[in-house]
C-alpha cells in the first residue's frame, strides 16, 4: 500500500498515471521489468479449492497495517468483553457458591483502562494496557480452581479463555479468527448444561453488545398481537428474501421460463413440491388465485436450496448436526393480509414449505402458516421450526456461496491478474487499488482457519467440510461475469419488478453511481477502442482473466477471438471495459457489504437463523405443543454465542468509505488533477443515494441500512 512521507521531509512529485503505448522504449521496458518482479510476488493456485484460483502467497504489499489492526482491536475489546461475561453467566448459572469477586474486578478494571486509552493507537503505551489486560485474566482460571466443585468442562472453558486472548496478544486481533472454540470446549464429560433452557438465554449471550437489528424492531400496531418476535413473524420470513442477510436466491415461478433464464417453471416446482389450489384458498382466503394464475400474473416466487441435496453434516463435540434442503414457496400479495404491514406496494407472503427436495405426506410433508396441507401442526410450531429450517439453508449458502464464493473469491484472482500484468503507474491499477486493499490478507485467514477442518465454517455451520469446499468449487465452475452484472441478475431470476426489494432498490442507485465514476475516469486515457486494443498490459490482464489456468473467469461476453492460441480472447470495447471494471469496484464494494454487513445485525439471534440444525426435520407426526418443545433444534449456547461473537467481529470493521480514497484530503491519493473532479462528483452522486435510501428507510417496516454508502468500505477487507 502507498504510503506517505515522514512528516517535514519532501515528497517527489507523484507520476501521472499513463497507459503504456504513451511511453518511450525505455520507458515501457521498465514497465516490463517491474512486472517480472511482480509475478515473483502474485501467483495462483488451484489444489487448495479445486478449479478455484486463489492467491499462492501472501505479498508483502497486501498485510494488514496497523491502522486497519487498531480498529480490529477496537471492535474485538468489545466482542471480548462480552464474550467472557458471557462464560461467566454460564459458570454463575450452576454454580452455588460465589464467583472469585476480587479477580473479577482486576479483569473488569484492566479492560476499562485499555478501552480508555485506546482513542489513539499507541503501541508503546497500549502493549502495557494490553499486558495487564491479559495477566488479570490469566488469574481468572486459578481462581476459578479453588471453586471445587466447578464442573470440569466449564473450568475448561474459563481456562480457554485464557489461550484466546493470549493468542490474539502474540499475533495481532485478527487471531481471533484463528482460535476456534472446538479446543477450548469439546469435551466428553457430557454437555447438557451448554443446552438451553429458554430462548432467554441466547439473548443474555448479547448483553454487552449492541442489540442487533433483528432484535431491535419496535412492536406496531399491525404486527400479529403475540409474544412472538417480530423476527420470528411471517411477515419478516418473507421481508428477509429481498432485504435479509441472503438476497440472492429469490426466482420468480412462471408458466414458462424464457430461454437461457434463472425462473423456475410452475410445473418443475409442483414436480418437487405439490401445492394445491386449495392451499392457496386456504392461506389467502376465497377470492385467491389459482397456482396456474399466479404465476402467469408474476406473484409467485421460491427459494429452492436443492444445492444442499446430498449433502451431509459431521458431529461436533460428540452431537450429531443434520441438513436440509428446503423450498419455500411465497406469494406476491398486493393487499397485505393482517400481521403484515400495510405497505402500498404488496408484501411477499410465505405459503408453504417443503424441507427436502421430494415430497412425502409423512417423513417430507408441506407446512404453511394455517397447517393448510394437513402437516398435523395445529400449534404453528412445526411452521416455526420449518422458517428455520429455511434461514439456517440461507446462511448456509450465504456463508460458502453468497459472502466467501461469489464476492472475496471472485475479487481475490483479479487483485493478482492485475499485480502481474498492470505496471504500478497503468491509470487502471490505480483505480482499483483501494478496491483490492487487504482482501488477499483477509482471504489468507481465511484459508488457514475459516475452511479448514475444525476451523470457524466447519465449527459454525452445518455441512461437513468437504461438502462446503465442494459447493464452492461447483458454484465457482457455474460463475458466469455476464450474469452477474448487477442491471441483469434481477431480471434473470425474474424479480427485477418485484415491489418492494430493498436490496434492489438500493444497491442499483450505488451501482449507478460507480459506472458513472469509471465511465469517466476511464475515458481520462482511453480516447476511443483504438486505445483499448493497443494497451498490451490491458490486454494481458484481461487474457489472464479468462485463462483457465489463471484466474479462470468464464461469461464475458463482450471478449472477442484474438486468433492467437496463447490469447485467445482480446477486449475491443471501451464500452465493455468500463462495464467490467464497474463490476469489480461494485463487488467489492456494495455487494459484499449486503451480505457481510448483515451478519450480526440479521444472524445473531439463533432461535431464528443459525449454521446447524441439532435434529433431524420435523415430520407429520412429530408432537411440538410448545416453544419449549422447538429448543432441541437450536445450537448449544458456547456455540451460538462463538457464532455470534465471530458475525459481530466481521460485521463491526470499517477500515474505509466507499469512493473516499484518502485519509488526509491535503493528501490526495488520485495524482493526476484531472480525476479530483471525478471523484468529487462520485461522492457527490453517493451522498445523495444515502439521502434517498434513509427517506427510504422510513416508510419501510424496518431499516435496510446495508446499503448506505457510508456503511460501506471500498474493498473487501474483512
Request: glycine fraction near 6%.
Amino acid at each position: 500500500m502507498n504510503s506517505s512521507p515522514a512528516y517535514g521531509a519532501t515528497a517527489a512529485r507523484p507520476e501521472i498515471p499513463s497507459l503504456p503505448q504513451t511511453q518511450s522504449p525505455d520507458a515501457r521496458e521498465a514497465r516490463r521489468f517491474q512486472l517480472s518482479l511482480a509475478r515473483t510476488e502474485y501467483n495462483y493456485m488451484q489444489s487448495y479449492l479445486e478449479g478455484v484460483p486463489l492467491s499462492a502467497d501472501l505479498p508483502a504489499g497486501e498485510k494488514f497495517n496497523p491502522a486497519y489492526e487498531a480498529q480490529v482491536l477496537q471492535v474485538f475489546l468489545v466482542l471480548s468483553a462480552n464474550f467472557q461475561r458471557a462464560v461467566l453467566r454460564l459458570l454463575e448459572r450452576e454454580l452455588s457458591a460465589d464467583l472469585p469477586e476480587a479477580a473479577l474486578q482486576r479483569v473488569q478494571q484492566c479492560y476499562e483502562q485499555l478501552k480508555k486509552d485506546l482513542g489513539g493507537w499507541h503501541i508503546g503505551r497500549d502493549i502495557k494496557d494490553l499486558q495487564a489486560f491479559f495477566e488479570a485474566l490469566a488469574a481468572l482460571p486459578g481462581a476459578l480452581k479453588d471453586l471445587m466443585h466447578l464442573p470440569q468442562d466449564l473450568l475448561k472453558m474459563a481456562t480457554g479463555l485464557d489461550a484466546v486472548f493470549k493468542d490474539f496478544a502474540a499475533n495481532g486481533p485478527t487471531a481471533f479468527l484463528k482460535s476456534t472454540l472446538f479446543d477450548m470446549l469439546n469435551t466428553s464429560q457430557g454437555r447438557d448444561y451448554l443446552l438451553p433452557r429458554s430462548l432467554q438465554d441466547y439473548r443474555d449471550l448479547m448483553q454487552d453488545l449492541p442489540q442487533p437489528l433483528m432484535l431491535d424492531i419496535a412492536r406496531q400496531d399491525w404486527m400479529p398481537a403475540t409474544p412472538t418476535e417480530p423476527c420470528e413473524q411471517d411477515w419478516f420470513f418473507g421481508w428477509l428474501q429481498t432485504a435479509g442477510f441472503n438476497t440472492t436466491l429469490l426466482r420468480a415461478v412462471v408458466s414458462q421460463p424464457a430461454p437461457g433464464s434463472q425462473q423456475m417453471a410452475l410445473a418443475e416446482l409442483l414436480r418437487k413440491m405439490p401445492v394445491s389450489d386449495a392451499l392457496l384458498r386456504a392461506e389467502l382466503g376465497p377470492g385467491a388465485p389459482s397456482l396456474a394464475e399466479a404465476a402467469a400474473r408474476g406473484r409467485l416466487f421460491v427459494v429452492d436450496y436443492a444445492l444442499l441435496e446430498g449433502a451431509w453434516a459431521d458431529k461436533l463435540n460428540g452431537r450429531q448436526r443434520y441438513l436440509a434442503a428446503p423450498i419455500a414457496l411465497f406469494y406476491w400479495n398486493p393487499q397485505p393480509p393482517a400481521g403484515y404491514p400495510p405497505c402500498a406496494e404488496g408484501v411477499l407472503q410465505p405459503l408453504a414449505i417443503q424441507l427436502a427436495q421430494q415430497h412425502d405426506a409423512e417423513s417430507a410433508p408441506i407446512f404453511s402458516p394455517r397447517d393448510s396441507a394437513g402437516a398435523n401442526d395445529a400449534g404453528g410450531y412445526k411452521w416455526q421450526l420449518a422458517k428455520h429450517f429455511v434461514n439456517v439453508a440461507a446462511a448456509i449458502q450465504h456463508e460458502s456461496i453468497a459472502h466467501l464464493g461469489n464476492c472475496h473469491l471472485v475479487i481475490e484472482p483479479i487483485v493478482v491478474a492485475a499485480h502481474r500484468q498492470l505496471a504500478l503507474q497503468h491509470p487502471l491499477l490505480k483505480l482499483l487499488e483501494p478496491h483490492f486493499r487487504f482482501t488477499i490478507n483477509i482471504n489468507d485467514s481465511a484459508i488457514h482457519s475459516l475452511i479448514v477442518p475444525g476451523g470457524v465454517v466447519a465449527c459454525n455451520v452445518g455441512p461437513a467440510i468437504e461438502c462446503t469446499l465442494s459447493m464452492l468449487a461447483k458454484a465457482r465452475s457455474e460463475w458466469r461475469w455476464d450474469e452477474n452484472h448487477p442491471e441483469r441478475l434481477f431480471a434473470l431470476r425474474g424479480v427485477e419488478r418485484l415491489q418492494p426489494f430493498a436490496f434492489r432498490e438500493d444497491t442499483l442507485l450505488l451501482w449507478r453511481a460507480i459506472r458513472q465514476f469509471v465511465d469517466g475516469y476511464l475515458r481520462l486515457y482511453y480516447r476511443s477502442d483504438a486505445d483499448v486494443r493497443a494497451d498490451e498490459e490491458l490486454q494481458g490482464f484481461v487474457a489472464e482473466l479468462v485463462d483457465p489456468r489463471y484466474a479462470s473467469f468464464q461469461g464475458l461476453g463482450g471478449l472477442v477471438p484474438s486468433g492467437d492460441p496463447k490469447r485467445p480472447w482480446r477486449l475491443e470495447s471501451l464500452d465493455y471495459l468500463i462495464e467490467m471494471v464497474a463490476q469489480m469496484i461494485y463487488i467489492a464494494g456494495p455487494q459484499h457489504a449486503s451480505v457481510n454487513y448483515a451478519q450480526y445485525p440479521l444472524m445473531s439471534y439463533a432461535p431464528s437463523v443459525t449454521g446447524s440444525l441439532y435434529q433431524p426435520a420435523p415430520t407429520r407426526s412429530t408432537r411440538l405443543e410448545s416453544e419449549q418443545d422447538c429448543l432441541p433444534w437450536y445450537p448449544p449456547l458456547d456455540l451460538a454465542l462463538y457464532g455470534l461473537s465471530f458475525e459481530y467481529l466481521l460485521s463491526g470493521v470499517q477500515y474505509d468509505r466507499l469512493g473516499q480514497y484518502e485519509h488526509n484530503p491535503r493528501d490526495p491519493y488520485f495524482s493526476d488533477p484531472r480525476v479530483a473532479p471525478l471523484v468529487a462528483d462520485f461522492q457527490s452522486a453517493l451522498s445523495l443515494a444515502e439521502i434517498e435510501i434513509r427517506k427510504r428507510n422510513q416508510g419501510r417496516p424496518m431499516p435496510y441500512p446495508f446499503q448506505l454508502p457510508s456503511q460501506i468500505p471500498n474493498s473487501i477487507s474483512i
